[in-house]
């Protein structure tokens, strides 16, 4: 059963730069089938989509967000990971990785198993 | 990018029907996903594709669409049903919304 493990500081200091790992177990990072993805959820509130990342290093990111974010691969290691740089009190969030699959011809995509999330707070 | 509207909370009596919808343009081209989540968990798919449900999911939960609006259907909600449900769909190119979710208390 593939699983999926969020690792990293708990605690930034404001304008640092946020560093999460996702570890793959269960299964290989290297599929054709998947892409990768990093998403977040402010304390209260709803689910953002930072960005998905598969196992040759293709990248796509939130435009919101894609100044300040780097999602890298690390397929030896089934892992991959998020940098966000320059981060203030409104990254505070808990931060989930998550395979994402697109299929039914590329009408749907979905995100499914995800970690059980990483809080992350910014604060000096 | 695409922006996906949800009612931000839904009620329902025990054991009857409820609807949760989801509005976006992105939905007139991309089928909807939705995610059941329960306080301090992580999100759990419940529908994905048209109208499938992963193993254990059970078969209370279904999904239809019209025009720019999906939905989420629970036929008999139950206790455990209680929590936010979030959709999200592709857009209009390689970038992925999300809703902003659904409170659903079952009275």
């Known amino acids: 059963q593939l699983q999926l493990q969020e690792s990293g500081p708990g605690l930034v200091k404001p304008s640092e730069t946020l560093s999460l790992t996702c570890t793959v177990s269960g299964g290989s990072i290297s599929s054709n089938t998947y892409y990768w993805g990093w998403l977040r959820q402010p304390p209260g509130k709803g689910l953002e989509w930072i960005g998905n990342?598969?196992?040759?290093?293709?990248?796509y990111y939130n435009p919101s967000l894609k100044s300040r974010v780097n999602i890298s691969v690390e397929t030896s290691k089934d892992q991959f990971s998020l940098k966000l740089s320059s981060v203030t009190a409104a990254d505070t969030a808990v931060y989930f990785c998550?395979?994402?699959?697109?299929?039914?011809?590329?009408?749907?995509?979905?995100?499914?198993?995800w970690g059980q999330g990483s809080l992350v707070t910014v604060s000096s | 990018s695409s922006e996906l509207t949800q009612d931000p909370a839904v009620s329902v009596a025990l054991g009857q029907t409820v609807r949760i919808t989801c509005q976006g343009d992105s939905l007139r081209n991309y089928y909807a996903s939705w995610y059941q989540q329960k306080p301090g968990q992580a999100p759990v798919l419940v529908i994905y594709g048209k109208n499938n449900r992963p193993s254990g999911i059970p078969d209370r939960f279904s999904a239809s669409s019209s025009g720019n609006t999906a939905s989420l259907t629970i036929t008999g909600a139950q206790a455990e049903d209680e929590a936010d449900y979030y959709c999200?769909?592709?857009?209009?190119?390689?970038?992925?919304?999300f809703g902003g979710g659904t409170k659903l208390t079952v009275l």
């Open positions: 990342i598969n196992y040759r290093g293709s990248s």
């Open positions: 999200n769909s592709r857009d209009n190119g390689v970038h992925v919304a």
């Open positions: 998550a395979r994402r699959v697109l299929a039914t011809a590329g009408l749907s995509i979905w995100f499914d198993p």
